[in-house]
């Protein structure tokens, strides 16, 4: 059991890298060309805090069946990323479009290093 939930969260882990990096380049590219956040932006947004919940909860399953990270920093990334994104959105949500866009693709670019720092200090095989 703990194979395939040790698998499932380094897979998620990659899959988080990717959709914060598109995040990253879409809202930067719509800050830059002055556009408002769309809906299809803040939904994956969302869907992107979302996924790093279920990342934790997959990591702390693991922790809970004996495995633990080589460095124990790994869960420092992990809690900044949990609660950095919905802290973010919720901040944005009163204030106007352009300081939404260029904080919201900032939180991505933000996050996308910490997700690539939590990849690099989980599990050792």
Sequence with gaps: MVGILAFLHARLAIALIALALVLA??????????????????????LLAALTAFQGFVGLAV???????????????????????????AYT????????????????WIVLVAYGRGYMTGLVR
């Design 25 to 46: 380049v879409w809202g930067s590219y719509g800050y830059l060309r002055h556009r408002a956040v769309t809906g299809g932006f803040r939904s994956t947004y969302v």
């Design 63 to 89: 922790m809970a069946f004996g495995e633990r990270p080589h460095y124990l920093l790994h869960l420092v990334y992990g809690v900044f990323a949990a609660v950095f994104l919905p802290g973010v959105y």
């Design 93 to 108: 949500s009163r204030g106007t479009r352009d300081r939404e866009a260029v904080l919201l693709a900032a939180a991505c």
